[in-house]
């Protein structure tokens, strides 16, 4: 089972930048698939970025297109995603996760998670 650990999250002001980290125990396997969810209270995870290890397959939802970004580290085995353009709405409790197979935006098709990193934007 894989142990997946996030950092990165903080107090940024609105238009502001994060770049959020996942660091995975352990070498991913070519099957495997990153992704980034986020949770604010009340309401259900919602998929933010996805991609295969083997770099392709990326997806973004919508409402961040063109500000966030997705990536991995193969050499430290490490997911990013580096955030600008920061707003309010991006306020949540932000988690990577992991499946065998393409990235899908189901939190249910995910079968390892990390603990979260709360992301705060101030307006």
């Known amino acids: 089972q894989r142990q997946l650990a996030e950092s990165g999250g903080g107090l940024v002001q609105a238009g502001g930048s994060l770049r959020l980290s996942c660091a995975i125990s352990?070498?991913?396997?070519?099957?495997?698939?990153m992704g980034w969810f986020r949770q604010s209270p009340g309401k259900g995870r919602e998929f933010v970025a996805g991609?295969?290890?083997?770099?392709?397959?990326?997806k973004y939802v919508d409402s961040v297109k063109g500000r966030f970004t997705i990536s991995r580290d193969t050499a430290d085995n490490t997911l990013h995603l580096q955030m600008n353009s920061l707003k309010p709405e991006d306020m949540a409790v932000y988690y990577c996760?992991?499946?065998?197979?393409?990235?899908?935006?189901?939190?249910?098709?995910?079968?390892?998670w990390g603990q979260g990193t709360q992301v705060t934007v101030s307006s």
């Open positions: 352990g070498r991913p396997f070519s099957s495997y698939a």
């Open positions: 991609m295969r290890w083997t770099g392709g397959g990326i």
């Open positions: 996760a992991l499946r065998v197979g393409a990235p899908t935006t189901s939190a249910s098709d995910y079968t390892a």
